[in-house]
């Protein structure tokens, strides 16, 4: 949550040519329901094997730049998909917690989790080995989002001239 990866995911689909797909719309579809809905109906762990299933159907698909929640990288069947499935790249946009803050302040209605501050920060500590554990990890505190997508494409090794 505020690392950029809504804004600097179309970007590097644009740069490469590919697809931008975010999965938490994509979940919103296909449920007929917001996230938050689904948490308070079905529960988390209904929620986090209807996200497993999704980002398996997708990530085998070629050109495609997909934006996780920040709940994926928790699940083990997820991660390890993500992390050794074939032509995949798994880059984290890392933010400090205050950049996160930050970046999402005003926007506690739709995001509750930034009320309980405590609950937030247990999470960012719980997350972040799970996340450096993937390819890349691209430090997104201070660059502008074209920086942080070109240093996505450069981890790629897509070569685009």
């Not at 970007?11 to 931008?20: E, N, Q, S, T």
């Not at 109906?41 to 996200?51: N, P």
């Not at 699940?75 to 993500?82: F, M």
């Amino acid at each position: 949550m505020g690392s950029g990866k809504s804004t600097v995911g179309p970007l590097v689909a644009a740069r490469l040519g590919w697809r931008f797909v975010d999965m938490d719309n994509v979940i919103v579809a296909e449920a007929g329901m917001a996230i938050s809905d689904f948490f308070a109906q079905h529960g988390e762990t209904a929620f986090r094997a209807r996200e497993r299933e999704t980002i398996a159907r997708l990530v085998g698909e070629d050109e495609l730049v997909l934006a996780l929640g920040g709940g994926a990288i928790e699940d083990e069947a997820t991660r390890e998909l993500l992390c050794t499935g074939a032509g995949t790249l798994l880059a984290h946009l890392e933010v400090t917690l205050e950049t996160t803050l930050l970046r999402c302040a005003g926007t506690e209605q739709v995001r509750p989790v930034l009320a309980d501050e405590a609950n937030l920060r247990a999470r960012y500590e719980r997350r972040l080995p799970l996340y450096r554990s993937g390819h890349v990890t691209i430090h997104a505190d201070a660059l502008p989002p074209e920086d942080v997508a070109e240093a996505v494409v450069r981890a790629a090794g897509i070569n685009l001239d």
